[in-house]
């Protein structure tokens, strides 16, 4: 099971990024609850950023990217995405995306059982 995400890069404040996730096996995507995408900074712990269900039906986004961040997915190719608007420094961080095989309405809360490798985001003031 492989998850590969792609599209960071440097950027400057204001700027956009999309951030792409594909699952390297046909079908793989179906099996699960939803697909999400975590980061993490240096020195600070691993958080949780947006998710989405398989079905595309309902999203989830942390507060601080409400607004700013939309997830969507495209199941015919296996693939999440993550278009991020107005970036801030604040976004620096390696972006990893992710599969859950949890269930019920909180879902996302846990269970994200396989990672990608993730992708640098770097935003510069």
């Known amino acids: 099971v492989q998850l590969q995400a792609s599209g960071g890069g440097l950027a400057q404040a204001g700027d956009s990024l999309r951030l792409s996730c594909s699952a390297l096996?046909?079908?793989?995507?179906?099996?699960?609850?939803?697909m999400g995408w975590f980061r993490q900074a240096d020195g600070k712990e691993r958080e949780f950023v947006s998710a989405?269900?398989?079905?595309?039906?309902?999203?989830y986004y942390a507060d601080a990217v409400k607004g700013r961040f939309t997830i969507s997915r495209d199941n015919a190719k296996n693939a999440v995405y993550l278009q991020m608007n107005n970036l801030k420094s604040e976004d620096t961080a390696i972006y990893y995306c992710?599969?859950?095989?949890?269930?019920?309405?909180?879902?996302?809360?846990?269970?994200?059982?396989?990672w990608g490798q993730g992708t640098q985001v770097t935003v510069s003031s």
């Open positions: 992710a599969a859950n095989t949890g269930a019920g309405s909180s879902w996302y809360r846990g269970d994200w059982a396989y």
């Open positions: 096996r046909s079908g793989f995507t179906r099996s699960f609850a939803g």
């Open positions: 989405i269900s398989w079905t595309g039906s309902s999203t």
